[in-house]
């Protein structure tokens, strides 16, 4: 017969690692759409001539 104890304990840790998961997920999902914003004002306000300002600014393409 298996610990009734043990049983919950692994579905407490299983849900415990569920929250985790899906806090930082959002977390990540959200910090990736701010820097593909912030990306997508830079290429506009470049007029899509990043690779030229960025070379203007002396940033090493290669």
Known sequence: MTDPGLFVVLVLGGLLATWLVWRWTRRILRLLLL??????AIWLWTGGRLPEALAALGVPLE
């Not at 820097?35 to 997508?40: D, M, Q, R």
């Open 35 to 40: 820097l593909a914003l912030v990306g997508g």
